[in-house]
């Protein structure tokens, strides 16, 4: 659960699906040097695992490497997508595969971002905007799904069938 604190830190709970040790330390060190976020990270190396943690812990973000060895493209977006529906999420490209970061958004993920341009800069503002868009998009989802209630207006209604 997201939560801010009197300094306007926000708390929150990464899922980071990595298997490269390296890109691991950069990532956890990006977000340990943030200002504005106070990351909680679990790190894993397969989605399997990934399922598993997600099973029993509830994370505000995930962020993953699409590059995970012995996984496609397609599987991997589809296996977060299906399973995860309510989580945004954000990728990590190499630059040759950046087209896979724009189909990965056009897939549902919120972001993508080119591993070679990572910044602890870069990485906490995909992480913030990415967590208010989808914030907006859950409320307007549940804003379109509230069913409209007819308002009584001088005898008759509105947004409704007139009674007579």
Do not use: C, W
């Amino acid at each position: 659960m997201i939560k801010k604190d009197d300094k306007n830190i926000k708390t929150i709970k990464v899922l980071l699906i990595e298997d490269n040790k390296e890109d691991i330390r950069t990532i956890t060190r990006f977000l340990e040097q943030s200002k504005r976020l106070k990351a909680d990270i679990e790190t894993v190396d397969s989605i399997q695992k990934a399922n598993k943690v997600m099973l029993h812990d509830k994370m505000d973000i995930i962020i993953f490497d699409l590059n995970i060895q012995g996984i496609k493209f397609e599987e991997l977006i589809d296996n977060i997508d299906k399973n995860n529906l309510s989580i945004p999420h954000i990728v990590i490209t190499d630059e040759r595969d950046e087209d896979l970061g724009i189909e990965a958004v056009k897939k549902g993920a919120q972001d993508y971002l080119v591993r070679s341009e990572l910044s602890e800069r870069i990485l906490r503002r995909a992480l913030i905007y990415s967590l208010e868009r989808h914030e907006i998009l859950e409320l307007s989802l549940i804003h379109i799904s509230e069913p409209t209630r007819p308002e009584r207006i001088g005898g008759g209604l509105v947004g409704g069938e007139k009674k007579i």
